[in-house]
């Protein structure tokens, strides 16, 4: 999501945290990231979204910083049908999250100020009730994912197919089947006449108006935004 090179640079009187973001179950280096977070002062914020039962030698992606956030969205691994989760082990910041979560309301029975800005969070009961059931299934669907990586890893060899890697054997878990393919175009037509969907890779974060910045240079870029195309990955 981000070479971790140019953190550094890019960080003014401003800054309040880093916010890394484990694509497709891959971990960004949370080791590099923590060192310069000590040395500015800065929280470290784990997106790992698409990362849920990924992990490394340090354990689970998503629990090595600050605060981690997940995702249960449909294409996830597993779904709740939308919304989300975080994680923390500072009891500070927990509360906190609780607060921001329910209006910022200390007992929502019996509530005497509002104590600063807070929003309506809140889980519900049927979205968790589903969450759990899900839980039970993870383990195959982690298995099913891995194995529909590992099928195109040694099948598809073509010199116009890159598959992006994941290190799926060491805990790593790809939810989408990533790659860089010549042509792109028309291998999407193509694979839409045998009726197989497929979907670009999402389109340049640096050139949205509310962010582009004309004096900053993001050489790869262009790379994954003309080039990337998701395979089909999805549990049927």
Same mark, same amino acid.
């Given at each position: 999501?981000?070479?971790?090179? *140019? %953190? ?69 691994? %597993? ?15 927990? #509360?906190?999250?609780? &607060? %921001? ?13 509002? /104590? ?16 759990? #059931? ?35 054997? /060491?805990?790593? %878990? ?30 340049? *974060?640096?050139?949205?108006?509310? *962010? ?5 240079? &993001?050489?790869?870029?262009? *790379? ?13």
């Amino acid at each position: 999501n981000f070479n971790e090179d *140019l %953190i550094e640079a890019n960080i003014t009187k401003k800054t309040k945290a880093i916010l890394a973001v484990h694509l497709n179950g891959k971990m960004t280096n949370i080791v590099k990231i923590k060192k310069i977070c000590r040395k500015y002062k800065l929280k470290f914020i784990e997106d790992a979204a698409q990362a849920f039962g990924s992990k490394n030698l340090r354990g689970y992606l998503g629990t090595q910083s600050d605060i981690g956030c997940f995702s249960l969205s449909i294409p996830k691994i %597993i779904t709740t049908g939308q919304g989300g989760f975080v994680v923390t082990n500072n009891n500070r910041i927990a #509360e906190k999250m609780k &607060l %921001i979560r329910t209006h910022s309301i200390l007992n929502v029975n019996n509530f005497e100020k509002w /104590n600063y800005l807070g929003f309506n969070f809140r889980y519900t009961d049927i979205q968790a009730s589903i969450g759990i #059931e899900q839980l039970k299934i993870i383990n195959k669907r982690k298995k099913s994912l891995i194995d529909i990586y590992k099928k195109y890893r040694d099948k598809l060899v073509n010199k116009n197919f890159k598959l992006i890697p994941v290190d799926v054997d /060491n805990g790593e %878990i790809p939810i989408y089947a990533e790659f860089l393919v010549n042509n792109r175009n028309n291998v999407i037509h193509y694979l839409q006449n045998k009726n197989i969907e497929t979907r670009p890779f999402y389109p340049n *974060l640096n050139k949205a108006k509310y *962010l582009y910045d004309s004096n900053q240079v &993001l050489k790869d870029d262009n *790379l994954y935004s003309k080039k990337g195309l998701f395979l089909p990955s999805g549990p049927d």
